[in-house]
């Protein structure tokens, strides 16, 4: 991990196109500011931690989905016996 100290109006460069700059600092609450593309997701860390376990949990379905799911696409059983088509 890097760590740097910056004061308010400072800014910190990440890559080519992400600007992260503090805005300001009062005791423990600081507030940042940041510039990146639309193409670059930012989210809080808590924010970004429940979206990965919702997806997990969109992407795993329940045995008793595979279970309908299985049964829906399964072919149509055939009869018992020989038929008879007279």
Avoid: C, F, K
Wanted: hydrophobic share 35%; proline share 7%; aromatic share 2%.
């Amino acid at each position: 991990m890097l760590v740097l100290t910056r004061r308010a109006g400072e800014s910190v460069m990440i890559g080519d196109d992400v600007v992260i700059t503090v805005l300001e600092a009062r005791g423990d609450v600081i507030r940042l500011g940041i510039q990146a593309p639309r193409d670059v997701r930012v989210h809080r860390e808590e924010v970004y931690r429940e979206l990965q376990a919702a997806n997990r949990e969109a992407a795993s379905p329940t045995d008793a989905v595979v279970d309908e799911l299985s049964r829906t696409l399964r072919p149509p059983s055939e009869p018992d016996g020989p038929q008879d088509n007279r």
